[in-house]
């Protein structure tokens, strides 16, 4: 029996919790257990609560005990409790309890659902401010095929209890959503924050799968995350997969390249392998625990002033088709990038850049809107453990080979720039090829739109195969995009 998604004026009025703990409750079809470690039971007391909650809860457990809990979960290879595994076992687990007791000749129309979380909250010393698994397995057809959505969440409150009821009031979200709003994945992702400030957590991974969910780009939705001010920053992996940001930085050496990428061309690729050499070479860089990553900036997605998101789709396709890691962010300045990965490691950072990016940096302009002004984005830039990797250029107008000897700054950060280029914190990429170095993502991109040729000898290998076979960036003008890359990869020949 099809669950009947009846009106609701969630645009304009916000259903309280307890309406909709309530409407979950009096739902006589919706049946389901509630598992949740590290928080206390914060989500099924808003349930309990509401009343009527015979008819939907089948149980509510709370393995705290972490014997218990792997007696009843399994042990985890890295004897960790709050991580995406265990949350998923807990979903798997449950929902076998589920089918084997609850039996289906009885009861034809239930809808189950299992709904999880394993989280850490805030430790004593107040250094550890917390973070969560949460997750909802279930129907939305009474023996129909399974959906999931999981999620990953930051605390920033400072207060145990704070953090227990920010839980359960996002797991009522979850729950309320998943069920009246799973044909609106856009809105049930803005509806997570219900009756809760952006202050209180952050939300920085979400994966959607499942028959309902079958259409759903999770990398789409991670642009939401980031678009809503939910998170900073998402990172997906060459797979095209979301990945936890942790998963991949922490305590990780981070080499950084920002750009357009639209699209990824040979100058891109070789800013990317000649500061990589460089970067493996230096004091303090492990390259087994190195990662790289290519990060597009929010403002870089803007066209005509909104997200364009077929074009975000190409430009990630191509560079996790080149087998790359890719961040977007909310970050403008090159500072809070920085800031953003010293939440996750201490290592040495390094920073790849071309000679406009870097003279950008130093222009005053871009930090009006903070207190310190250039010179506190300044510490924070390069108070750690960073090292900027400057790709040359050749001047449009002399035809002059532009480095960091002498390129030119504004006059007033003259002083400032010689502080930081003479303390080593900026290297010039020497090993360049000065027959790329005329080449431009934008002339790569008007020549594709228009489409003319010669763009194909501007990219690295096999990827202006791919734009003509996708038809990525506009290639051949299309209302509906028949073909995916994700997964897809460029194979080289060695």
């Not at 930051?154 to 069920?179: P, S």
């Not at 500061?275 to 390259?287: A, G, I, L, R």
Request: with cysteine; proline share 2%; aromatic share 12%.
């Amino acid at each position: 029996m099809k669950i009947t998604i009846d009106g609701d004026k969630e645009f304009d009025d916000i259903p309280s919790l307890k309406s909709k703990a309530l409407r979950i409750n009096l739902n006589k079809n919706i049946y389901g257990t509630f598992a949740e470690i590290g928080a206390g039971q914060e989500t099924a007391r808003q349930f309990f609560r509401a009343g009527g909650a015979s008819g939907t809860i089948a149980k509510a457990m709370s393995a705290y005990d972490k014997d218990f809990s792997d007696a009843i979960y399994g042990i985890e290879g890295d004897r960790r409790y709050v991580t995406e595994s265990r949350l998923r076992k807990m979903l798997s687990h449950e929902m076998s309890l589920m089918e084997e007791r609850i039996t289906r000749d009885k009861n034809p129309n239930k809808i189950f659902f299992t709904y999880a979380n394993t989280v850490a909250t805030i430790d004593f010393a107040k250094q550890f401010k917390g973070h969560g698994w949460v997750g909802i397995k279930y129907q939305v057809e009474a023996g129909a095929d399974y959906n999931e959505i999981i999620l990953h969440v930051r605390f920033k409150e400072t207060d145990a209890r704070l953090q227990q009821e920010t839980l359960g009031v996002l797991g009522t979200n979850l729950i309320y959503g998943a069920f009246y709003k799973y044909n609106e994945p856009k809105k049930l992702l803005r509806y997570l924050y219900d009756h809760l400030d952006k202050d209180q957590l952050e939300i920085d991974t979400i994966n959607f799968s499942g028959p309902v969910f079958k259409l759903v780009d999770n990398r789409l939705m991670s642009l939401q995350l980031v678009k809503n001010g939910m998170t900073d920053a998402v990172v997906f992996g060459p797979d095209g997969n979301n990945v936890l940001p942790a998963r991949i930085f922490y305590k990780k050496n981070i080499l950084a390249l920002r750009g357009s990428f639209r699209p990824v061309t040979k100058v891109n690729v070789a800013m990317y392998e000649k500061s990589y050499e460089m970067f493996v070479q230096e004091n303090k860089v492990d390259e087994d625990k190195t990662v790289v990553v290519f990060e597009i900036t929010l403002s870089n997605l803007r066209a005509e002033g909104k997200i364009d998101e077929q074009d975000f789709i190409d430009r990630a396709d191509l560079l996790c088709a080149l087998g790359h890691s890719v961040m977007i962010s909310n970050f403008q300045e090159y500072f809070k990038v920085v800031e953003y990965f010293s939440n996750y490691t201490k290592a040495r950072m390094g920073l790849a850049m071309g000679v406009s990016n870097l003279v950008d940096i130093f222009d005053e302009k871009y930090y009006r809107h903070i207190s310190g002004g250039i010179l506190e984005a300044f510490g924070k830039l390069f108070f750690k453990d960073l090292k900027v990797y400057l790709y040359p250029m050749f001047d449009p107008e002399t035809g002059e080979l532009i480095n960091s000897e002498n390129l030119k700054v504004y006059p007033r950060m003259k002083e400032l720039y010689k502080f930081f280029k003479y303390n080593g914190k900026v290297i010039d990429i020497e090993d360049y090829d000065e027959s790329i170095m005329n080449i431009f993502s934008r002339e790569a991109l008007s020549l594709i739109e228009k489409g003319d040729s010669g763009w194909e000898d501007m990219l690295p290998e096999g990827t202006a195969d791919l734009i003509k076979d996708f038809r990525l960036f506009g290639y051949t003008r299309r209302t509906l995009k028949p073909l995916t890359l994700k997964h897809r990869t460029i194979t080289k020949d060695k």
